[in-house]
């Protein structure tokens, strides 16, 4: 399955809701290009990361009982795991550290790639036009559509794999390579290895001293994208008539090729200069008069 097809399928639920919200509204700004009157996506960061990293428990590193056949937990043994998780006992005298180590360098590295995206995605939106940042922190484009946001946001992941923000790949880069033993944290689902706290949950959160790393942010960063379901670039290219099917071809070529910034650029200048084109038609006057 591509980025894009992955990510179109975790929004589809978030695109229903919002579809529905706005049923009962007049139909009179279906279709139209910009204005923030058909905002009825709410998308969160989350839904645009089309990847997730396979969740892991206390019990996978030892820190849990495990059932037993019957379906039983022996009660003796994690009373025994709670009392060590009061105590703050260390990790590696009772279970699997290593093993939970790899895991907190699966998490860290996916929360960088995750916070590198958003830079991307937020920077490529902003440059594109018709963004404001809401009193409280939402995005609300007007200057694109949800079709052109998930291109944008599966070419701004496939990108992230580079991890270039200064910040981020130094934080990273102190995650993995910190060796302090790590300790329970007063609950056996809960870990700190030096500045750094796990909390083994599905999905996991992790902190890396004041900074949420993964859960409700990435890498310290987080974002609501508000946009409208009833029109993009995509279509509004598609549905022009005064566009050559060379610039669609173009397009597309862009957006294949992980280009998606470039591929929308191209959809929004056709399409503006076919309606300046058909305005000044309709005008009866050449340009200048």
Known sequence: MSIKR??????????????ESTSG????????????????????????????INYMLPVDFGLAAKAEDTG??????QSWLDQQA?????????ADEAALRRYINTVASFGARAGQAQILLNSWITKIGGVRKS????????????????????AAWIQAEN????RIK????????DKTPCRLAGDTSKVQCGVTVIQLNAPPE?????????GGAFAGINATYKVSSSWSWQKALEDSTGSSSFTRRTADELEAQGNAFDATMTRKQAVERSKSNKSTFSSGKPDGQ
């Open 86 to 94: 009061k105590s703050g006992g260390r990790v590696a005298s009772f």
């Open 135 to 154: 009193k409280g922190g939402d995005y609300e484009i007007t200057g694109l559509g949800a079709d052109d946001l998930v291109s944008l946001a599966a």
């Open 206 to 214: 992790l902190r890396f001293r004041a900074v949420e790393w993964y």
């Open 72 to 77: 039983w937990v022996n009660t003796t043994e």
């Open 163 to 166: 991890v270039t923000d200064r």
């Open 6 to 19: 992955s990510l179109e399928n975790r929004i589809s639920d978030t695109k229903s809701r919002g579809t």
């Open 170 to 177: 130094q934080d990273l880069d102190r995650i993995l390579a």
């Open 25 to 52: 509204r007049s139909s009179k700004n279906s279709g139209s290009i910009g204005g923030n009157s058909g905002l009825d996506l709410s998308i969160p960061a989350r839904a645009l990361i089309p990847e997730e």
